[in-house]
């Protein structure tokens, strides 16, 4: 079992920046593959980005290219996502989500998932 524990979300101006975190704990960090996801009201949970656990492979959504930067600090336990240029459509409730083996774009291959931070950008 892993439980994980989202951080750092908040209101922002559009342009701004927020690092949310996610502290994971409950098994070993290595072999873990970490994951963001984030849901606006009446949409379905989309990937943000994610990151293998020796955070040599990262992927991201193409809508968060070049802002977004995912990151691990496995010492810690902690995955984080730093958040820049932030635009009003990236208003959302942010996951984070685990699996246990390879990094994966696709939230059905997560099993395990914190409560969620919500996000929100103003124009």
């Known amino acids: 079992q892993v439980q994980l524990v989202e951080s750092g979300g908040g209101l922002v101006q559009a342009g701004g920046s927020l690092r949310l975190s996610c502290a994971a704990s409950g098994r070993a960090f290595s072999g873990i593959a970490m994951g963001w996801f984030r849901q606006a009201p009446g949409k379905e949970r989309e990937f943000v980005a994610a990151i293998q656990w020796s955070g040599a492979i990262t992927y991201y959504a193409d809508s968060v290219k070049g802002r977004f930067t995912i990151s691990r600090d496995n010492a810690k336990n902690t995955v984080y996502l730093q958040m820049n240029s932030l635009k009003p459509e990236d208003t959302a409730l942010y996951y984070c989500?685990?699996?246990?083996?390879?990094?994966?774009?696709?939230?059905?291959?997560?099993?395990?998932w914190g409560q969620g931070t919500q996000v929100t950008v103003s124009s």
């Open positions: 989500a685990a699996r246990v083996g390879v990094v994966r774009v696709n939230r059905m291959e997560y099993d395990y």
